[in-house]
């Protein structure tokens, strides 16, 4: 029978953790599954993956990989990634990190951790830690809260305590403000719609003080001009001498004030028989020419006395 394994092991990255971590684990599985030493070289090789198995056989040529010890394999893998690292650069990345958009709480302070396994602070870790906690955070209410705490108690656990359950509480009140949401489709009344006599809204077409009202487009009753569906425009009878002045303003379309259809206008009918034009003569160059006087009008409603 198989027996079964303890945890799992995958390839190194060296983007992912350094080299160092990485050695710890590979021990710890290997002293989980009890895996003699005559089989670790094999298990090692089998799960470091091809990039670094082709490293390694790049490291102990022209010799094997399985020809070496497992402490040969790890000591060379160690020397290989355990590039000396400038401490100014890595302070730089990490003073320079601040939380992202989608980040939360917690994986911002593992990031600020990981990023501090380099920067050499020494007994400072954890004031360079809290320090840079606050001023990377990118809720600014949250960040406030953490200000105006005292410095002698606002420790790096603290202060990622106390971030993570604002951020908890913010994210919580968010949800019931979402969910409690009135649907407005459910309390707005239903809006009446557009009457088709007036144009306007807030009443039915039935109850418009327009319904008998006549158009002064089309000749038909019941709606103004400026809600005319008609493509016909209502035309008078021209009979009626050019005297015969009409007020179309109060019999017809009459409205509350608010628009242009309550204006009163004059209408000039035009006249049946035109009049025959008033012709002078006049010298051009010497030459005369019979020529129309010109009134600026067809008809005119002022006498030829008083003109």
Not at 111 to 127: M, T, V
Not at 221 to 244: D, E, I, M, W, Y
Not at 266 to 274: L, T, Y
Not at 298 to 307: L, Q
Request: aromatic share 6%; glycine share 6%.
């Amino acid at each position: 029978m198989t027996q079964s394994t303890f945890g799992q092991i995958s390839e190194y990255q060296p983007d992912v953790e350094p080299y160092n971590t990485y050695e710890q684990r590979v021990r710890v599985f290997l002293r989980a599954n009890k895996i003699d030493d005559d089989v670790a070289v094999d298990v090692f090789l089998s799960i470091i993956g091809a990039a670094n198995f082709f490293l390694l056989a790049s490291l102990v040529s022209p010799d094997k990989p399985t020809d070496r010890s497992l402490g040969d394999l790890l000591a060379m893998l160690r020397n290989h990634f355990s590039q000396k690292r400038v401490t100014i650069a890595e302070r730089f990345r990490f003073h320079d990190r601040s939380q992202k958009e989608e980040e939360s709480v917690a994986v911002f302070a593992a990031e600020l951790r990981r990023l501090a396994a380099y920067c050499k602070f020494g007994h400072h870790l954890n004031q360079a830690l809290r320090d840079r906690f606050v001023c990377g955070l990118k809720n600014v209410r949250i960040q406030k809260k953490l200000l105006i705490v005292d410095d002698e108690e606002l420790t790096f656990a603290a202060a990622v305590e106390m971030a993570t359950t604002a951020e908890t509480v913010e994210e919580g009140l968010n949800n019931l403000s979402v969910s409690g949401r009135p649907d407005i489709r459910k309390v707005l009344p239903k809006k009446i719609s557009i009457c088709y006599r007036c144009g306007k809204d807030g009443h039915w077409a039935n109850d418009c003080k327009h319904r008998v009202t006549v158009c002064r487009r089309c000749g038909k009753r019941g709606h103004l001009q400026a809600v005319c569906r008609s493509s016909k425009l209502f035309q008078k009878s021209s009979t009626v001498p050019v005297k015969n002045i009409m007020n179309q303003g109060v019999g017809e379309e009459k409205d509350d004030g608010s628009s242009d259809e309550d204006l009163s206008i004059f209408q000039v009918n035009s006249a049946s028989d035109s009049p025959p034009p008033i012709l002078v003569t006049a010298q051009l160059n010497g030459c005369p020419i019979s020529m129309e006087v010109d009134t600026g009008a067809a008809v005119s409603i002022v006498s030829k006395r008083v003109y």
